[in-house]
């Protein structure tokens, strides 16, 4: 059973450019959850989303970031026009069910260097 | 605004001793506990967890405890390994949320 699988694992961008991250949850898993740590902090809560659905996007900045988790293929976490300040790791996490006592299974994460 | 606090960004200790790292939050309503470890250039991985309704939780060498009243957490890691070392991460959730706050990591050092 595969686990929560990211690519790319690097990805360098020149500010202005786009950004996509994807995101396959682990095999039977229907939510998704995104994390972004920048240098010298913990992961912080961006959006979490189950099929077709934005549960809750509160963590996510209100311009130039979008996430969806379409019902056939992968999540992205896509981000406009990226800017210095973009560059950080993005890790997603899946679990197989909401709420309570639900441990998340992180991947790998995606390293994002704005140039 | 800082939920979940780890105020120590390293520890170094020796092979074979304890190794104890803390944590505290400052909300009250949070009810679900996690520790998580993370290599290099690897997601964290799931260690070991705790209820709000319950105080100690061993697993194998780790053993989480949790102090509600004064809001804090520590793991314990008795005998720590040098494969120990890491920077771990204590995350904290509430019933209702969807969310993990997580701490700031506290980098563990084994020296063998």
């Known amino acids: 059973n595969a686990g929560v699988m990211q690519n790319p694992r690097h990805l360098v961008r020149r500010r202005g450019q786009e950004a996509r991250l994807r995101c396959s949850p682990m095999?039977?898993?229907?939510?998704v959850y995104w994390y972004r740590q920048l240098p010298e902090e913990g992961l912080k809560f961006m959006v979490y989303l189950q099929k077709e659905n934005i549960i809750d996007e509160s963590g996510m900045p209100k311009e130039r970031f979008s996430a969806e988790f379409p019902k056939e293929g992968p999540s992205i976490l896509r981000i406009q026009q990226v800017v210095r300040g973009d560059s950080a790791a993005y890790f997603c996490a899946s679990s197989p069910n909401s709420g309570f006592y639900n441990e998340q299974f992180f991947g790998p994460g995606t390293r994002l260097t704005v140039l | 605004d800082q939920q979940v606090k780890q105020n120590s960004p390293s520890l170094s200790v020796q092979e074979g001793r304890i190794s104890i790292l803390n944590c505290d939050y400052t909300?009250?309503?949070?009810?679900?506990f996690l520790w998580y470890k993370k290599y290099p250039a690897e997601g964290p991985t799931f260690l070991i967890s705790i209820s709000s309704i319950k105080d100690k939780n061993e697993d194998g060498r780790f053993t989480v405890f949790l102090n509600k009243s004064a809001k804090h957490l520590s793991l314990h890691i008795v005998p720590s390994q040098p494969g120990d070392s890491a920077v771990y991460f204590c995350a904290a959730s509430q019933d209702t949320g969807n969310q993990f706050y997580f701490g700031t990591g506290t980098s563990l050092t084994v020296i063998p």
């Open positions: 909300n009250s309503m949070f009810d679900y």
């Open positions: 095999k039977g898993h229907s939510h």
